[in-house]
């Protein structure tokens, strides 16, 4: 894991986030939570839930199910979280634009979250991106990693810092 340098991701994250701190913002996690890493977006959406003024969506392993909602929240952007592969080290965070996320090797939802992308954008004129944390491992039975448990509590917290409710 030496050699992996997630600050920049992090500062480039929170800058990035921080430009839609006054817009309609939605969250959709995506993923499995009973195969490893590929909890890690529906982790933040549980995480984050009643802590940020953006609409928190877990979509499971079926994003594409969760079309309506997204449109009603009539969003301005639309951050999708998901456990990919992108070859960097285990719980670093990446940004990535739609058309990267049409890459199947990055994504093990590539295909749904591609239709759900298009099905959205047909609809409404948003702004989307793919917030994901390069997994350890996604076998059956097994819980988050360390490294990708970490990675949550940063996007988490980045999340919180930018989106987050006044107590």
Not at 6 to 21: C, P
Not at 128 to 141: P, R, T
Request: charged content about 20%; glycine content about 10%; some cysteine.
């Amino acid at each position: 894991m030496s050699g992996c340098d997630t600050m920049g991701v992090d500062q480039q994250l929170r800058e990035m986030l921080a430009q839609w701190r006054r817009s309609r913002v939605v969250i959709l996690g995506v993923g499995n939570t009973l195969k490893g890493d590929d909890a890690a977006g529906p982790a933040v959406c549980e995480r984050l839930s009643r802590r940020v003024s953006a609409r928190v969506i877990d979509a499971g392993a079926t994003p594409e199910n969760y079309i309506g909602p997204i449109l009603e929240a009539a969003p301005d952007v639309l951050f999708i979280v998901d456990a990919v592969d992108f070859g960097g080290c285990p719980g670093q965070i990446r940004l990535c634009t739609p058309d990267q996320i049409r890459t199947p090797a990055l994504c093990t939802h590539a295909l749904s979250l591609n239709l759900a992308i298009d099905l959205i954008r047909h609809e409404r004129m948003l702004e989307v991106y793919l917030i994901g944390i390069q997994a350890d491992g996604m076998k059956l039975g097994d819980g988050l990693s360390p490294a990708a448990s970490s990675a949550v509590e940063t996007l988490v917290s980045v999340f919180i810092e930018i989106f987050g409710t006044a107590k």
